[in-house]
Structures are given as structure tokens and as C-alpha cells.
């Protein structure tokens, strides 16, 4: 069964400080890296997907890919309390149409 | 945007208690899904649907049955409520896969099996 393992499980950060989050499918047929974000009470909703080696920027955020090592990470800087949030990243492949989520990261911004 | 409602928001049954939980979604998308939200496991995929009439199997589907009457509407079905079913569920909606997998997700409905 695939799996999609993130690290670390939780991070505090000071505000205005970088947050580095990692993630990693052992499925080989993975294509496509989802990364959601999930505030307390709440529901999770997509910050970024990135599908292509590289690396893709919005705004205070950059998600990191390499499809050889399957492995993707996630970038915020200048951190703030509101970025405080279960981050979730979840692989689907090209033939599927579901989404495998990890077990998440905990971020916690302080002032 | 997306719209995908669900309901209850909050639930308590009894031990052996029938349970059903509802959502709907506006997007006109053809896949939708259950998960459950545990501390410590992500989102765990219970049933999902391809369309009106349809359901699968997701990765934990024990004690749990579903039903899509229709492209709307998805119900998750306990028959017969455990406390190890105490948990937050959510229901998403998909357009179809690979790099339009994206999902929307409803607001969740906690349950608490007493």
C-alpha cells in the first residue's frame, strides 16, 4: 500500500522566521504532490500542487520537487502566527483518482 | 467556489447504535469521498464513489457502508457505532484524477460513539 510519510511531526518557529516541511512517497507511479493545510477546527484546503521537477513559488511559499527520490518539501518564509496549521501533503498518479495523504506537520508560528 | 456541505456537524450515538452521515456537493464533480481524522493519521480514506449508483472501497472500510443515490449526494452508513468510530469525517468532492485531482473538502462532522 503506498504511503506518504512526512517529517518532521511538528515544528514552532518564530515569526518571521523560515518553516521547512518534507515529504516523501514510497510509490513509484506517484506524479503529482498535493500540499494542504488544515487550521484548527477546520478544514483542509489546497495551498500548492507541484507536478514537475523543480520548484514553484507563491507569495511567501515554495514547494520543491524531485520525481527521482520522490521526494517534496515546503517552504515558508517570513512566518507568521496565522501560517500556525496541520500541513498535509498527499501523491496521486496519472492513472488514479485518489489521494494518499501523510500523517502531517504540526507548525506552530510564535511571536 | 467549491461547495460541499455536510451534516450533522456534531453527532453522539450509542454503542450499536445506525449512524448516517450526509454530503452534498454543488461542483457537479463526479468523485466523492469519506475520510476519517484522527490525531497522528492524517486523512484516512474510507469509501469513495465514482459517480451516481457507485461506491468503492478505501483503505479502511470496516464497520462502515456508503451510498450515492445521486451526483450530490454521498452518505457514510455505520450500522452498528463502536467508540473506536469516535473520530471527525470528511467528505470531498473531485473533479477526476492525475493533475486534476484536486479535492474540496466539506466542513466534517465530529461523532462521538458513547
Known amino acids: 500500500q503506498q504511503k506518504v510519510q512526512q517529517s518532521p511531526e511538528s515544528l514552532i518557529v518564530p515569526e518571521g522566521g523560515m518553516a521547512s516541511l518534507n515529504c516523501t512517497s514510497s510509490d513509484r507511479n506517484v506524479d503529482y504532490f498535493w500540499w494542504y493545510r488544515q487550521h484548527s477546527g477546520k478544514s483542509p484546503k489546497m495551498l500548492m500542487s507541484i507536478f514537475s521537477n523543480g520548484e514553484k513559488e507563491e507569495g511567501r511559499f515554495t514547494v520543491h520537487l524531485n520525481k527521482a527520490s520522490l521526494h517534496t518539501s515546503l517552504h515558508i518564509r517570513d512566518s507568521q502566527p496565522s501560517d500556525s496549521a496541520l500541513y498535509l501533503c498527499?501523491?496521486?498518479?496519472?492513472?488514479?483518482?485518489?489521494?494518499?495523504f501523510g500523517q502531517g506537520t504540526i507548525l506552530k508560528v510564535y511571536l | 467556489e467549491a461547495a460541499v456541505t455536510q451534516s450533522p456537524r456534531n453527532k453522539v450515538a450509542v454503542t450499536g447504535g445506525k449512524v448516517t452521515l450526509s454530503c452534498n456537493q454543488t461542483?457537479?464533480?463526479?468523485?466523492m469521498y469519506w475520510y476519517r481524522q484522527d490525531t497522528g493519521h492524517g486523512l484516512r480514506l474510507i469509501h469513495y464513489s465514482y459517480g451516481a449508483g457507485s461506491t468503492e472501497k478505501g483503505d479502511i472500510p470496516d464497520g462502515y457502508k456508503a451510498s450515492r443515490p445521486s451526483q450530490e449526494n454521498f452518505s457514510l452508513i455505520l450500522e452498528l457505532a463502536t467508540p473506536s468510530q469516535t473520530s471527525v469525517y470528511f467528505c470531498a468532492s473531485g473533479d477526476v484524477g492525475g493533475a486534476r485531482a484536486e479535492q474540496f473538502f466539506g466542513p466534517g462532522t465530529r461523532l462521538t460513539v458513547l
Open positions: 461542483n457537479n464533480h463526479n468523485n
Open positions: 498527499a501523491a496521486s498518479s496519472s492513472s488514479g483518482q485518489k489521494l494518499v
